[in-house]
């Protein structure tokens, strides 16, 4: 078959390149403590897009880090019993919470969902921004050239864990049956949910973005997605003289450092011909977790859809 990346029995042990940053624990519990501390202000405004007899919709609001006002679509089901499970959902780089309807399956099932739009990107949160830098285009190396606190990533992951905490303090939710998934960056989010808030019980990432950054550009693969770290260099350090420096920085928001934290059942899936997030990156991340998890692989898949892995999602989270 055709290689792209490393062969299977070598993805199956890679443990990745990307730098470490020597404070990344620290850097984490720091932010986690921050977040913790804020009030949320959450606000919830019915919403009747959607005719569904068997859900209630919502448009759901709340203060993250840095002041910023973050928005996710909420639907509930209208007969569930007390304490049942939830699944929060996050989408693709760039772009937002998707349709109302979407949703509907889980809702049908007994299930809470809450889809977020990721703050700057195609939905309805705020980017407060203020930060040092460039800020033409590209989320990852959004603040890189200022404090490691002003990432955009830290924040999103740190908004992905506060809602997180908002659906699980949902009275008529069972906080020990709350799930997570999506697909690319909404992969990337799914494992940053459930390392920063541990009590995600089971978590369905799907060919994960934003992970071993360094592995990404010695493939020379620093193009779609990642083109900004391309253009970062050209930009700011054509000779390299600072790359050891701006590696080891964006290991602050790379998820294959967080995914030791995760105590979450995990079910993932990797294409071995995704060119978008090459597989050494996500095995770079699987490879750390370790809890209870499960890698579903399609040889001949690149970053598209995965036929009946929706199905395999649903019924692992049915599980919970």
Same mark, same amino acid.
């Given at each position: 078959?055709?290689?792209?990346?490393?062969? &299977?029995?070598?993805?199956?042990? %890679?443990?990745?390149?990307?730098? @470490?940053?020597?404070?990344?624990?620290?850097?984490?519990?720091?932010?986690?403590?921050?977040?913790?501390?804020?009030?949320?202000?959450?606000?919830?405004?019915?919403?009747?897009?959607?005719?569904? +007899?068997?859900?209630?919709?919502?448009?759901?609001?709340?203060?993250?880090?840095?002041?910023?006002?973050?928005?996710?679509? $909420?639907?509930?089901?209208?007969?569930?019993?007390?304490?049942?499970?939830? &699944?929060?959902? !996050?989408?693709?780089?760039?772009?937002?919470?998707?349709?109302?309807?979407?949703?509907?399956?889980?809702?049908?099932?007994?299930?809470?969902?809450?889809?977020?739009?990721?703050?700057?990107?195609?939905?309805?949160?705020?980017?407060?921004?203020?930060?040092?830098?460039?800020?033409?285009?590209?989320?990852?190396?959004?603040? &890189?050239?200022?404090?490691?606190?002003?990432? =955009?990533?830290?924040?999103? !992951?740190?908004?992905?864990?506060?809602?997180?905490?908002?659906?699980?303090?949902?009275?008529?939710?069972?906080?020990?049956?709350?799930?997570?998934?999506?697909?690319?960056?909404?992969?990337?989010?799914?494992?940053?949910?459930?390392? $920063?808030?541990?009590?995600?019980?089971?978590?369905?990432?799907?060919?994960? !973005?934003?992970?071993?950054?360094?592995?990404?550009?010695?493939?020379?693969?620093? @193009?779609?997605? %990642?083109?900004?770290?391309?253009? %970062?260099?050209?930009?700011?350090?054509?000779?390299?003289?600072?790359? @050891?420096?701006?590696?080891?920085?964006?290991?602050?928001?790379?998820?294959?450092? =967080?995914?030791?934290?995760?105590?979450?059942?995990? =079910?993932?899936?990797?294409?071995?011909?995704?060119?978008?997030?090459?597989? +050494?990156?996500?095995?770079?991340?699987?490879?750390?977790?370790?809890?209870?998890?499960?890698?579903?692989?399609?040889?001949?898949?690149?970053?598209?859809?995965?036929?009946? !892995?929706?199905?395999?999602?649903?019924?692992?989270?049915?599980?919970?």
């Amino acid at each position: 078959m055709p290689i792209l990346d490393f062969p &299977l029995r070598k993805l199956k042990t %890679y443990k990745g390149m990307n730098p @470490k940053p020597k404070d990344f624990d620290a850097y984490w519990d720091r932010a986690l403590m921050e977040m913790r501390s804020l009030n949320p202000k959450v606000e919830l405004k019915p919403n009747h897009t959607l005719q569904a +007899s068997y859900a209630e919709c919502f448009d759901m609001f709340w203060t993250g880090v840095g002041g910023s006002r973050i928005h996710a679509k $909420l639907l509930k089901p209208k007969k569930a019993p007390k304490a049942h499970p939830a &699944l929060c959902v !996050f989408h693709g780089y760039s772009g937002s919470a998707g349709d109302w309807s979407d949703k509907l399956p889980y809702v049908a099932a007994g299930f809470t969902v809450a889809a977020m739009d990721c703050r700057g990107q195609g939905g309805s949160s705020e980017d407060m921004g203020g930060v040092k830098g460039n800020t033409l285009n590209g989320h990852i190396i959004r603040g &890189l050239d200022d404090k490691p606190e002003k990432m =955009l990533y830290r924040q999103i !992951f740190l908004d992905t864990a506060q809602m997180a905490r908002i659906v699980m303090d949902m009275p008529d939710v069972d906080a020990k049956r709350v799930g997570a998934t999506g697909a690319s960056q909404g992969g990337g989010l799914t494992l940053a949910c459930a390392a $920063l808030e541990p009590r995600i019980a089971r978590a369905a990432p799907i060919y994960p !973005f934003l992970s071993d950054y360094q592995r990404v550009w010695e493939m020379d693969q620093a @193009k779609h997605a %990642y083109e900004e770290l391309q253009q %970062y260099f050209r930009r700011f350090d054509p000779t390299h003289a600072r790359e @050891k420096e701006v590696f080891t920085k964006l290991g602050y928001i790379d998820n294959q450092h =967080l995914a030791p934290r995760i105590k979450a059942q995990i =079910l993932m899936a990797v294409g071995l011909m995704d060119d978008i997030c090459p597989p +050494s990156t996500q095995f770079a991340a699987y490879n750390k977790i370790r809890s209870k998890k499960e890698m579903v692989i399609f040889p001949d898949y690149a970053h598209e859809h995965l036929p009946e !892995f929706g199905d395999k999602v649903f019924n692992f989270m049915m599980g919970m």
